[in-house]
C-alpha cells in the first residue's frame, strides 16, 4: 500500500472571501476569524492583500503576530511594491508566505496587462526572486490559468521554480474549468516541467459553474497537494471551493483520496458561524456540512433507518464536524470570570476592562430573557460589544413599533449619532419598513436597499435574531448585521452597523485583480 501523502489547506476567506462584495470585515472581526482558522489548524491563512489599503497592511501584520500555528501568507501583484509590503506586513509571522500572481491567459495578458508572453515571464521571474530574498516561502499563481495555454504555463513554471518558488498555483479565477480536463491540466504540468518536483502543486477554484470543490478535488486525484478554499465558500461572484467540503469529502472518502489533511473537523461548524456572522453571508439551510439542514432526516423513512442503524442514511457523523458541540455554556447565574474564560476558549480577548464589562452586562440582559446561552450567541454578543465600544457614528438606543392587523404600522425610533440622541418616526409597509424609514430620516444616507434578511442564531423561539442588511451607494455595496431577541431590533443594529460601515473609508482600496501589472 503506497504511504498517504498530506494535502495543505489553505485558506483565503479573509481575502479572496473578502473580495465578497459587502464582505469588508474589520482588523479585529479578521483576527477573531484567523483564530478559529488556527484553531482548526488550517496549514495556510491567507489574510490579505497588504498593498490594498494600510488597513488591509494592519490587518496581515496583526494576523501575523498573533498567529502562531499557521503560515501567514499575504497576496502581491508582480510588482516591486506590493512584494516589498507583503515582506514588511509578516515580518513578525513565526512563518510567513509571500503569493504573487501574474495572468497567464491570452485575454488577460492582452487587454488587462498589455504584454507579451515573454514580459509576463520576465516580471513573475523578477517577482519570485525579489519574493525569495525576503522570505523562504514563497508562492507563484498563474492567474486565469484555467484559461492559459498549458505549452505556455509549462514555459513559466518552470522559470519561477528556478527562480525559487516553493508553491505553484493554478486558479481557475473565472470558474470555467471542469472536473476532468482541470485534474489533466495539473497532471500535465506536474508531468512536464522537468523541476516540478521541487514545489508543491496548489489549485485554487471559483463557482461560477458550481464546480470548485469538484474541479479541487480532481486536481487533488491528478497531484495536487495543496486547496485554496474559504469558508462556506465564501469568495468572489458565486465564491470559491468551500473548506469544509473539500475536507470532509478528503476524510469521508479515504479509499478514493490518498491523502490528509491537518485538519481539526470538529471546528467547522463553530468557524463556519463565526464568519456568517461577521460578514453578514447567510449560510444557506441545505448547505453541504455547514447548513442547518446538512444532518436533519427528515422523512420517516429515512429516520427510521437512521435509528436502527446509523450508516444506512448518514455518511458522516454529525459530531465530527462540530454540531451538538453548541453545548449549552451559560445561563443567569454564571460569573464574570466563567463568562471570560469561555469567551477566551472562542478566540476572543477583550482588549479593556470596559469591553469585558460592557459585554458582560449584555449577557446577563440577555441571560434574564434567554435561559440558555450559546456559543452562537456569544459570538454575536461580542460582535455588538466591539461595535458599540469603538464608538461608531450611529448606534441604536431604543424603539417602539406598533403593528396591528388592518393598521399601518409605525416606528418611534431613538439613536444616537455621534453621541447625541435623535428621535424620528415613521409609518411604513410592515415594522421592519418603518423603522428603516425612520431611520433614514435621521441618516439620509441616499442608499438603496439591496438585501435584508433574517436567520435565527439557535433553535427555539427565544433564538436570537440575526439580521443582514445590504445596503448600494453609488457603486458600493454594504452588508450590516445586528442580532437580538427581538427582529426588529435586530434590523435596526443591522441598517445603523451597515451607515457605520458607510460612514468609514473601507471602499476605498485596491481590488488586486482589477489595475494588474
Ligand atoms: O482567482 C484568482 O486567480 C486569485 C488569484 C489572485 C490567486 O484569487
Ligand atoms: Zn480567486
New binding site residues.
Partial sequence: MSARDQLVIFD?TLR?GEQSPGASMTQDEKLRIAKALERMRVDVIEAGFAIASQGDFESVQAIANTIKDSTICS?SRAMDADIDRAAEALKNANSGRI?T?IATSPIHMEYKLRMTPEQVIEHAVRSVKRARNQVADVEF?C??AGRSDIDFMCRIVEAVIDAGATTI?V?D?VGYAVPSQYGNTIRQLIERIPNSDKAIFSV?C?NDLGLAVANSLDAVMNGARQVECTINGLG?RAGNASLEEVVMAIKTRPDFFNVDTNIRTEEIVSTSRLVSSVTGFPVQPNKAIVGANAFAHESGIHQDGVIKHRETYEIMRAEDVGWNANKMVMGKHSGRSAFRARLEELGTVFDTEKELNEAFARFKSLADKKHEIFDEDLQALVSDTKKFVASERYSFVSLSVCSNTGDVPNCDINISVDGVEQKASSEGAGPVDATFKAIEKVANSGTELALFSVNAITGGTDSQGEVTVRLESGGRVINGRGADIDIVVASAKAYLDALNHLASDAGSKDH??KSGV
Avoid: A
Fill in positions: 483565503t479572496d497576496l503569493h500572481f499563481s492567474e486565469d498555483n486558479p479565477t485554487h471559483h468572489e488586486p485583480q
